[in-house]
């Protein structure tokens, strides 16, 4: 019997003092925190989760793991991407989650590399999608104007998202394999792909344009814009990742 995927999932690092309730006297210590629907996605789908904190080595993580995710959160540094550093907050990121996290971005986009220098499958998640992206070279929207697709939904999750935001793919991608023609999705994001990375193609877009799913074209790796893991209904994309790892464990001697 094969042993199931190893799947590493990335997080976000803050200050205890912002859990409610916290002692006081560890407010400053740090916290690795994670969505913990992903974890639970990847083990339905047959696969074993593994938490990445930013200490764990990606050179030597990525001869151990099978898979990889890249989640979302807040926006990747301008830094990294050629964007306007004035947008950018004096904020210590452990003590707002939505501040600019260099230390994140590193990791993951050095994480992104590493595993797709290996050929270790990658999933990319809103975030994900972009940090994919940027490790690439590519660059990103900064803010998405409004207009008559919902972006930056107010709806909760898990939701399967509202009628306007449906994804058009294109044929004999990953994507078109999983979801068809078209997709419902969720999102909640107000940044997106802009100019792709070396090698990446888009694969899906929504009817005003904006880039929805990219692909390696010949490597198992796909971005979604959306939260796979916040869609009330099963998402194909978190099958995928488990199925694709496995593909890959067992190629290998």
Not at 68 to 97: K, M, N, S
Not at 174 to 198: K, P, Y
Request: proline share 6%.
């Amino acid at each position: 019997m094969s042993a199931r995927p190893l799947i590493g999932i990335t997080g976000r690092r803050f200050r205890l003092e912002l859990i409610k309730g916290a002692d006081e006297r560890y407010g400053d210590r740090c916290l690795d925190s994670y969505m913990s629907d992903f974890a639970s996605r990847i083990a339905e789908a047959g696969g074993l989760p593994v938490h990445l904190s930013y200490d764990t080595d990606v050179t030597a993580i990525c001869q151990r793991l099978s898979g990889v995710v890249i989640t979302g959160g807040q926006d990747v540094h301008p830094a990294f991407w050629g964007g306007d550093p004035g947008v950018v907050r004096d904020v210590d990121p452990r003590l707002d989650p939505m501040a600019h996290d260099e230390v994140r971005d590193e990791y993951e986009i050095e994480l992104a590399r590493a595993a797709l220098g290996r050929g270790i499958p990658v999933l990319g998640v809103c975030r994900g999608m972009q940090v994919l992206n940027v490790a690439l070279g590519g660059t990103l929207v900064p803010d998405l104007p409004r207009g008559r697709v919902s972006h930056l939904s107010a709806e909760a999750a898990p939701t399967d998202g509202t009628a306007d935001h449906l994804v058009s793919f294109e044929k004999g991608s990953i994507a078109a394999g999983l979801f068809g023609e078209h997709a419902m999705t969720n999102s909640w994001h107000h940044q997106a792909v802009d100019r792709c990375g070396t090698g990446l193609v888009v694969t899906g877009r929504t009817s005003d344009g904006v880039i929805e799913s990219v692909e390696l074209p010949g490597a198992p790796v796909l971005g979604v814009q959306w939260h796979p893991e916040w869609m009330k209904s099963e998402d194909p994309a978190m099958t995928w990742i488990v199925q694709a790892a496995a593909k890959r464990q067992r190629s290998l001697p």
